[in-house]
């Protein structure tokens, strides 16, 4: 596991991670040290915890309970998956809430609502964008609290066989590959070589969501992503570049999911701090800013296992 940057505060440690480990690579468990949030941008890999399976792909969250043990496996996966952890502290978790059943839900699928969050936030990262990243993981943390205590609880895939889970997370990779085009279910099924109804139920059991909804919110993910990076492009060209056909149909789905319009949502990218600050002003103790985000590590570390 490479830790690519790691930036902290008195709140929230950010830290993106690359792992290189491919099939072949034995499995260990692994101890969660505090609570944490991690969005997969990229890639996908198995996540073992308290006795349950997930496939996690890109958009997808895991979600750390401080004290649990977990397994992350690949022998379903390609190696080079990429997250960008969101590490909570005590007192943070106890501002957000959450019950113990939140915070050991331990894979979530994508939701629209965190992924245009990820990628805002991914982006700032990388350093393209204006916005406070401490600022962007405590939204997106808080976020993920107010939607996962509304949803109802998903059935886990332990039925599923390891070929069932190969096919939706091959699926998953080949729909995130080609969201900008025109993708039907009986498309998406042609390639895992199932029918239309035997697809669906096998993706839908695996991942959490429908191939539609997870072709809609790869589409909503790379909106946010060029949304944050290129200032200038067109709204419209972006609507129709990622596979939208049309613009009001774009603004009304962006505009759901991230509770901004596309404008506002590149204007916040931009540093606009107006538009974030009814969104985190929850999120401060006493009315008192939280401290400034420093980096506490530069350029690529390798992490000792064990």
Same mark, same amino acid.
């Given at each position: 596991?490479?830790?690519?940057?790691?930036?902290?505060?008195?709140?929230?440690?950010?830290?993106?991670?690359?792992?290189?480990?491919?099939?072949?690579?034995?499995?260990?468990?692994?101890?969660?040290?505090?609570?944490?949030?991690?969005?997969?941008?990229?890639?996908?890999?198995?996540?073992?915890?308290?006795?349950?399976?997930?496939?996690?792909?890109?958009?997808?969250?895991?979600?750390?309970?401080?004290?649990?043990?977990?397994?992350?496996?690949?022998?379903?996966?390609?190696?080079?998956?990429?997250?960008?952890?969101?590490?909570?502290?005590?007192?943070?978790?106890?501002?957000?809430?959450?019950? $113990?059943?939140?915070?050991?839900?331990? #894979? %979530?699928? !994508?939701?629209?609502? +965190? /992924?245009?969050?990820?990628?805002?936030?991914? =982006?700032?990262?990388?350093?393209?964008?204006?916005?406070?990243?401490?600022?962007?993981?405590?939204?997106?943390?808080?976020?993920?609290?107010?939607?996962?205590?509304?949803?109802?609880?998903?059935?886990?895939?332990?039925?599923?066989?390891?070929?069932?889970?190969?096919?939706?997370?091959?699926?998953?990779?080949?729909?995130?590959?080609?969201?900008?085009?025109?993708?039907?279910?009986?498309?998406?099924?042609?390639?895992?070589?199932?029918?239309?109804?035997?697809?669906? $139920?096998?993706?839908?059991?695996?991942? #959490? %969501?429908? !191939?539609?909804?997870? +072709? /809609?919110?790869?589409?909503?993910?790379?909106? =946010?992503?060029?949304?944050?990076?290129?200032?200038?492009?067109?709204?419209?060209?972006?609507?129709?570049?990622?596979?939208?056909?049309?613009?009001?149909?774009?603004?009304?789905?962006?505009?759901?999911?991230?509770?901004?319009?596309?404008?506002?949502?590149?204007?916040?990218?931009?540093?606009?701090?107006?538009?974030?600050?009814?969104?985190?002003?929850?999120?401060?103790?006493?009315?008192?800013?939280?401290?400034?985000?420093?980096?506490?590590?530069?350029?690529?570390?390798?992490?000792?296992?064990?």
């Amino acid at each position: 596991m490479l830790v690519l940057s790691e930036l902290k505060t008195d709140a929230i440690r950010i830290a993106s991670y690359r792992c290189d480990a491919g099939p072949d690579a034995r499995p260990f468990t692994e101890l969660h040290e505090g609570h944490s949030v991690s969005y997969v941008r990229k890639g996908s890999f198995g996540y073992r915890t308290r006795g349950r399976a997930y496939e996690l792909v890109a958009g997808s969250v895991l979600v750390g309970c401080a004290g649990d043990e977990y397994m992350c496996t690949h022998d379903n996966h390609v190696c080079g998956d990429e997250c960008l952890a969101f590490h909570l502290s005590p007192g943070f978790v106890e501002l957000i809430g959450g019950d $113990r059943k939140t915070w050991r839900t331990g #894979g %979530v699928p !994508p939701l629209a609502e +965190l /992924v245009v969050l990820g990628e805002l936030a991914q =982006a700032a990262a990388e350093g393209h964008g204006d916005v406070g990243l401490d600022e962007l993981g405590m939204w997106f943390a808080s976020r993920f609290v107010d939607l996962v205590g509304d949803r109802k609880k998903r059935p886990v895939a332990a039925t599923a066989t390891p070929r069932d889970r190969r096919r939706a997370v091959d699926a998953a990779m080949w729909i995130d590959a080609h969201s900008a085009s025109d993708i039907g279910l009986d498309r998406a099924a042609a390639e895992t070589g199932l029918s239309a109804f035997h697809f669906l $139920r096998v993706f839908s059991q695996v991942l #959490g %969501v429908t !191939p539609h909804q997870y +072709l /809609v919110r790869s589409r909503l993910r790379h909106a =946010a992503r060029l949304l944050a990076d290129d200032r200038h492009r067109p709204v419209t060209e972006v609507a129709l570049d990622v596979g939208f056909a049309d613009l009001s149909n774009f603004v009304r789905t962006f505009h759901r999911a991230a509770g901004v319009s596309p404008s506002a949502f590149r204007k916040a990218a931009q540093g606009e701090r107006k538009i974030f600050q009814d969104r985190i002003a929850a999120l401060r103790d006493d009315g008192r800013p939280l401290m400034p985000f420093h980096a506490i590590g530069q350029g690529t570390v390798t992490l000792k296992r064990g």
